[in-house]
């Protein structure tokens, strides 16, 4: 850890804002053994890029388990690169920032891994780990693996704002992930991505705009102290059922306090994603997995539908 604590300023300007205060005694400059042996077991891997032009993307990675291994306590090696056809194909580039994701859907665990890349080839990429850290199960449903999809990826569907499809996607989300980055000059910056978890229904969808609760969590506030520095993130939807994605990249704005707050259960804070610009890959991850059997935590928070 460093001497001044984990977090750039970004991060403490929103614990400040938020009334909180955190030591970050969970981040490591390195990852223990229980979180190097958790990524080798995993069959997906989620990740955080940044594009030629500097908007983050969200994007997954999906092999037999064991295509992720951590050959040291500061080093993973991944034996996957995105295909093609993911808009964030191109910026698997050594040298990049990178965050990294581990989410076991079977038993709620998620790890993170930040960092840059190190070196990239045909096989996959190295990544050298600044930050690791656990997240607690909190909104993370329970989900049991299916046999594999053999389904062809398609072509991608470039969208430049929420289509019907889309909608549709979002509206029975309960699982998404947010792509952030920000003082990429400092030891404590860099690229970040992040769960968000509800019940469908948990994200209010008004023309290209998503509003968003954000619930009780760690207090590091590692995303929002992001999009205080740098609006500019991405979003990535997972349909479980058919392993298609939706990947969004957009600006974000933070509600800190309001009446609004109070229309949703559980909702602390909100914050806005503004899309402008999108894609969907269908069947884009062979992953299939069951209906979702809600974390004790998502049932307890409120839905949009309801709130009006």
Same mark, same amino acid.
């Given at each position: 850890m460093?001497?001044?604590?984990?977090?750039?300023? !970004?991060? $403490? %300007?929103?614990? %400040?804002?938020a009334g909180?205060?955190?030591?970050?005694?969970?981040?490591?400059?390195?990852?223990?053994?229980?979180?190097?042996?958790?990524?080798?077991?995993?069959? *997906?891997?989620?990740?955080?890029? #940044?594009?030629?032009?500097? *908007?983050?993307?969200?994007? %997954?990675?999906a092999a037999a388990p064991g295509f992720v291994t951590s050959p040291s306590p500061t080093a993973l090696s991944?034996?996957? #690169?995105?295909s093609s056809a993911d808009p964030a194909f191109e910026s698997f580039r050594p040298d990049s920032p990178i965050g990294l994701l581990g989410l076991e859907c079977e038993t709620r665990r998620r790890n993170r891994a930040n960092g840059r890349i190190e070196s990239l080839d045909a096989d996959g990429f190295t990544v050298s780990v600044a930050q690791s850290f656990?997240?607690?199960?909190?909104?993370?449903?329970?989900?049991?693996?299916?046999?594999?999809?053999?389904?062809?990826?398609?072509?991608?569907?470039s969208l430049s704002g929420l289509d019907s499809a889309a909608r549709a996607l979002i509206t029975q989300a309960d699982t998404l992930f947010i792509a952030s980055a920000a003082a990429l000059e400092t030891e404590t910056g860099g690229v970040d991505i992040s769960h968000r978890g509800g019940r469908p229904g948990f994200i209010r969808i008004e023309?290209?705009?998503?509003?968003?609760?954000?619930?009780?969590?760690?207090?590091?506030?590692?995303?929002f102290g992001n999009l205080l520095q740098e609006p500019r993130a991405g979003l990535i939807f997972v349909d479980f059922e058919t392993g298609s994605v939706l990947q969004l990249q957009g600006k974000a704005e933070i509600v800190w306090r309001g009446p609004e707050? %109070?229309?949703?259960? !559980?909702?602390?804070? #909100?914050?806005r994603f503004h899309v402008e610009r999108g894609w969907r890959r269908a069947h884009a991850l062979p992953l299939r997995w069951s209906a979702p059997e809600f974390?004790?935590?998502? $049932?307890?928070? !409120? $839905? *949009?539908?309801?709130?009006?």
């Open positions: 460093l001497p001044d604590g984990p977090f750039h300023p !970004g991060e $403490l %300007a929103a614990q %400040a804002l909180v205060a955190s030591r970050g005694a969970g981040i490591r400059p390195f990852m223990p053994e229980q979180h190097r042996i958790f990524f080798s077991q995993l069959p *997906w891997l989620f990740a955080g890029v #940044l594009d030629r032009d500097g *908007w983050p993307l969200a994007t %997954a990675l991944v034996a996957a #690169l995105p656990g997240n607690c199960a909190k909104y993370v449903q329970v989900r049991d693996r299916l046999r594999d999809g053999d389904e062809p990826e398609a072509t991608p569907d023309g290209d705009t998503l509003t968003i609760p954000d619930f009780a969590g760690n207090n590091y506030f590692n995303t707050l %109070a229309q949703l259960d !559980g909702a602390q804070r #909100l914050w974390a004790p935590t998502t $049932l307890q928070t !409120g $839905l *949009w539908p309801v709130a009006a």
